[in-house]
């Protein structure tokens, strides 16, 4: 277990690298230049604080300190006569040493952008980059006997796989990787409405010079044939594999996941056509899985399909309600400029309370019917997962404001809805408290 943590420090270690070094060239620069340059918290042409670069350098190094807390909080036996009890090394002392280690290299990273063409080393990503870490480092302590538990649970299940699976897992990681290269990620809004409107960011069969290419199409679609042909077969035993429909279903959910991340990644066109294409691979992947020989065989979840279906019914409501009576301009010199003015003030005020109110009161809802649907043994990670995926439809729905005619997109809104969601969590969770108690006391 601690190796896959550690695993996975050090990836995220080396993306932080990548991310912030690329293109790696290297040109001289004298040392005291450097040095003022990353002692100044602005960049020299910089008018005001970004507040997507700072949300994106907090994201950054979330998870390094996330894993390499959990990599350096070494496990002992559990001791003869204390069921349940796990002994680890001081959360505070694990917490001191990734601290630590978070600013060595987030200090190397920023000076190192001096001599990179094209980078500006500030003091302040180095405290943005802490933060980061320092928030990686709590979550570990808030989920940590969660997330052990649910990596048991994954390693367990790649132990039990066949050499076949593993192959075909390991093609799956080789076809994400491939998918989001070179992996610039990018919060801004003005540079991901650049990539819509030079035609980077595409609709099925939208004519584009960088719209994929026939060869390139059926590249993506052959490639995409391990997806399916793993989703049949991983997970259910050596002699068992999942139906067509079933796994067909689980692939689209996975490549229509892996394109909607690819959309904030700015050197990396969107193209629908390939998300098609790679559909028709998986698909047939799927139905290729037939003739492993296995044979028992796994229908449709109709329970998933039913929480997928919820969930999705879910987010169109929100974006309806959102962007009501949709008014949608297309004139670009305006959405450029909304984009710019809400870089430079992303915590403005909504327009009205009409934009707040709403989506509040619904989020407010959702956790309350949420709450009591989620696992016991995982409710913290779960209740993570569900702000986090909350926090990212709202984003979505204030992205979609620029383009409506008198749309005045903000954070603020995203924080209000947000705190509405964890209003109703909160009292969905001690409603619960109280009935348990009321039945603990009969």
């Given at each position: 277990m601690t190796l896959a943590y550690a695993t996975a420090a050090a990836a995220f270690v080396a993306y932080a690298v990548w991310g912030s070094l690329f293109p790696f060239d290297f040109h001289f620069v004298p040392f005291d230049a450097?040095?003022?340059q990353f002692s100044s918290p602005w960049a020299p042409d910089a008018d005001s604080l970004s507040f997507t670069d700072l949300v994106?350098?907090?994201?950054?190094?979330?998870?390094?300190?996330?894993?390499?807390?959990?990599a350096l909080q070494r496990r002992r036996p559990l001791r003869e006569g204390t069921p349940g009890r796990r002994g680890t090394a001081s959360f505070s002392a694990t917490a001191l040493?990734?601290?630590?280690?978070?600013i060595v290299l987030s200090g190397s990273i920023e000076f190192a952008q001096a001599f990179v063409s094209g980078r500006t080393p500030s003091i302040l990503d180095v405290a943005a980059?802490?933060?980061?870490?320092?928030?990686g480092i709590a979550i570990w302590g808030h989920v940590r006997a969660e997330c052990d538990a649910l990596l048991c649970a994954a390693l367990g299940l790649i132990g039990r796989s066949t050499t076949v699976e593993r192959i075909l897992l390991a093609c799956c990681a080789a076809f994400a990787i491939a998918w989001w290269l070179p992996a610039d990620f990018t919060l801004r809004p003005a540079e991901i409405g650049d990539k819509y409107l030079h035609k980077r960011l595409l609709l099925p069969f939208t004519p584009s010079p960088d719209a994929a290419t026939p060869s390139e199409l059926a590249t993506i679609a052959a490639a995409a044939i391990p997806i399916g042909l793993a989703a049949a077969l991983c997970g259910g035993g050596p002699q068992s594999r999942r139906s067509v429909g079933s796994?067909?279903?689980?692939?689209?959910?996975?490549?229509?996941?892996?394109?909607?991340?690819?959309?904030?990644?700015?050197?990396?066109?969107?193209?629908?056509?390939?998300?098609?294409?790679?559909?028709?691979?998986s698909t047939a992947g799927s139905a290729a899985a037939r003739f492993a020989g296995r044979m028992r065989v796994v229908g449709i979840d109709w329970q998933a399909i039913r929480i997928a279906a919820a969930v999705a019914a879910s987010v169109a409501v929100v974006f309806v309600i959102e962007w009501w009576p949709f008014q949608i301009t297309m004139d670009a010199p305006r959405v450029l400029l909304q984009t710019v003015l809400w870089s430079r003030a992303p915590l403005r005020w909504p327009a009205s309370v009409s934009d707040v109110l709403p989506g509040a009161v619904l989020a407010a809802v959702a956790g309350v019917l949420v709450?009591?649907?989620?696992?016991?043994?995982?409710?913290?990670?779960q209740t993570m997962l569900v702000l986090g995926f909350a926090g990212a439809v709202f984003v979505v729905c204030e992205v979609g404001r620029v383009m409506l005619v008198g749309?005045?997109?903000t954070l603020m809104s995203v924080l209000l809805k947000l705190s509405a969601l964890v209003f109703g969590l909160s009292m969905a969770s001690l409603a619960m408290s109280g009935r348990l108690h009321q039945h603990e006391a009969r």
């Amino acid at each position: 277990m601690t190796l896959a943590y550690a695993t996975a420090a050090a990836a995220f270690v080396a993306y932080a690298v990548w991310g912030s070094l690329f293109p790696f060239d290297f040109h001289f620069v004298p040392f005291d230049a450097a040095l003022r340059q990353f002692s100044s918290p602005w960049a020299p042409d910089a008018d005001s604080l970004s507040f997507t670069d700072l949300v994106s350098n907090v994201l950054l190094f979330l998870p390094i300190g996330l894993f390499m807390s959990a990599a350096l909080q070494r496990r002992r036996p559990l001791r003869e006569g204390t069921p349940g009890r796990r002994g680890t090394a001081s959360f505070s002392a694990t917490a001191l040493v990734t601290c630590a280690a978070a600013i060595v290299l987030s200090g190397s990273i920023e000076f190192a952008q001096a001599f990179v063409s094209g980078r500006t080393p500030s003091i302040l990503d180095v405290a943005a980059e802490v933060v980061g870490a320092l928030s990686g480092i709590a979550i570990w302590g808030h989920v940590r006997a969660e997330c052990d538990a649910l990596l048991c649970a994954a390693l367990g299940l790649i132990g039990r796989s066949t050499t076949v699976e593993r192959i075909l897992l390991a093609c799956c990681a080789a076809f994400a990787i491939a998918w989001w290269l070179p992996a610039d990620f990018t919060l801004r809004p003005a540079e991901i409405g650049d990539k819509y409107l030079h035609k980077r960011l595409l609709l099925p069969f939208t004519p584009s010079p960088d719209a994929a290419t026939p060869s390139e199409l059926a590249t993506i679609a052959a490639a995409a044939i391990p997806i399916g042909l793993a989703a049949a077969l991983c997970g259910g035993g050596p002699q068992s594999r999942r139906s067509v429909g079933s796994a067909a279903l689980i692939a689209a959910a996975a490549l229509a996941a892996l394109e909607i991340v690819q959309i904030p990644i700015f050197s990396r066109a969107t193209d629908g056509t390939e998300l098609l294409a790679a559909l028709a691979g998986s698909t047939a992947g799927s139905a290729a899985a037939r003739f492993a020989g296995r044979m028992r065989v796994v229908g449709i979840d109709w329970q998933a399909i039913r929480i997928a279906a919820a969930v999705a019914a879910s987010v169109a409501v929100v974006f309806v309600i959102e962007w009501w009576p949709f008014q949608i301009t297309m004139d670009a010199p305006r959405v450029l400029l909304q984009t710019v003015l809400w870089s430079r003030a992303p915590l403005r005020w909504p327009a009205s309370v009409s934009d707040v109110l709403p989506g509040a009161v619904l989020a407010a809802v959702a956790g309350v019917l949420v709450r009591p649907r989620l696992d016991p043994r995982f409710v913290r990670l779960q209740t993570m997962l569900v702000l986090g995926f909350a926090g990212a439809v709202f984003v979505v729905c204030e992205v979609g404001r620029v383009m409506l005619v008198g749309g005045r997109p903000t954070l603020m809104s995203v924080l209000l809805k947000l705190s509405a969601l964890v209003f109703g969590l909160s009292m969905a969770s001690l409603a619960m408290s109280g009935r348990l108690h009321q039945h603990e006391a009969r």
